[in-house]
């Protein structure tokens, strides 16, 4: 699952102690044809996706992953799985209908919304949602009325790999279209706050958003930033992250697999020579970097050490749920690979 920073520090200073090193991946003649599976780390899973967006796939039989795993129930049909929040799964269909389903699969409600949802959350006491058209809500099911909507310009492309909203205890932070985060006082819905993001208003949208240690991180395709009292920046060529342990794994366009502490300080990095990276994935120890050309890499987690694997390539999406690396009707059992 497709820029300089702006920090306390010099670039000199943020290059000082980090690992960085100009390697080449599989060249083209050995790269491996979608659909190839001749090993015993590879599965066909044989299913379609029916819908693929940051948060997870949903499969033509309802069935889905999301990064923790498999689902556990089965999706009506025409819906596809948006997020899951305190046991709460939103769900969605392209029309604007919604529904939130518990965790067994019993409803607890549903509506129709003005237009198709982009992006949402289902929490205690309501829905926060984006829709087409860059127009964000508040959706109350228990007096079935939204009580707060309100609509941006600009955000005229939606990126699949778009952010849900974001719930704490104190605030709900909900992404636009145009690389804005709305901040909404859960305890007094008033106007909310604005923090802007991304740098171009039509093609600006929040690809990973998280709270994490009080603070906030989030990143569109070319910006990385940790709010926390202030606001650090960091500028690449996003094509992915994760967080573990309050590191930042981070892969980049131009063939980069980096790691970032929450100051933005780069503390490692490694440079692919021919990868055009799509997803990452970092867990007991090892960093795993997949091209769409069919490339996986698989590093330690200081990047010094790193083996290269031809999973084969991606025809239609990638993604990373629990150990296994999905690419479009076959999985990658990723705890099965190792750097060395």
């Known amino acids: ?50 819908n693929v967006i940051r948060s997870g796939v949903t499969f033509y039989d309802g069935s889905y992953i999301t990064p923790e795993g498999e689902g556990d129930i089965i999706l009506p049909k025409g819906f596809y799985y948006v997020s899951s929040d305190g046991g709460r799964i939103l769900i969605a269909d392209r029309v604007g209908n ?23 959350v289902a929490y205690s006491n309501g829905i926060a949602y984006l829709l087409q058209g860059n127009r964000f809500g508040i959706y109350n099911p228990f007096i079935n009325k939204v009580i707060y909507q ?33 901040m909404i006082n859960m305890k007094v819905p008033t106007e909310p706050g604005v923090i802007k993001i991304g740098q171009n208003r039509n093609y600006g949208n929040i690809i990973y958003l998280k709270a994490i240690d009080n603070g ?6 070319s910006t990385l930033i940790y709010i926390k009292g202030g ?12 967080v573990k342990n309050g590191i930042i794994y981070l892969l980049t366009r131009d063939g980069k697999v980096q790691k970032l502490n929450l100051n933005l300080d780069v503390i490692a990095s490694r ?21 769409k050309s069919g490339s996986l890499v698989v590093l330690d987690d200081s990047l010094n050490k790193y083996k290269v694997y031809s999973v084969g390539s991606a025809r239609s999406y990638s993604y990373v749920s629990g150990k296994w690396l999905y690419i479009d009707n076959k999985k990658v059992d990723l705890s099965a690979l190792n750097y060395e």
């Open 1 to 50: 699952m497709k820029k300089k920073a702006i920090l306390a520090v010099s670039l000199a200073a943020i290059l000082v102690g980090c690992s960085y090193d100009a390697s080449k991946i599989v060249p083209n003649f050995l790269k491996t044809p979608a659909g190839h599976s001749t090993n015993n780390y590879t599965v066909i899973h044989g299913k379609k996706e029916f």
């Open 98 to 120: 919604i529904m939130v389903l518990k965790s067994n699969g019993e409803e607890i409600a549903q509506t129709k919304l003005q237009a198709p949802l982009v992006s949402g």
């Open 150 to 182: 309100k609509t941006f310009r600009g955000g005229s492309a939606v990126d699949t790999r778009l952010a849900n909203p974001v719930v704490t205890s104190n605030y709900l932070a909900l992404p636009t279209l145009d690389g804005k985060l709305i």
């Open 216 to 221: 906030l991180l989030a990143a569109t395709p």
């Open 231 to 242: 606001k650090k920046e960091y500028r690449a060529k996003i094509a992915d992250l994760v």
């Open 271 to 291: 440079k692919f020579t021919y990868a055009d990276f799509a997803t990452i994935a970092a867990f007991d120890g090892k960093v795993y970097a997949y091209a």
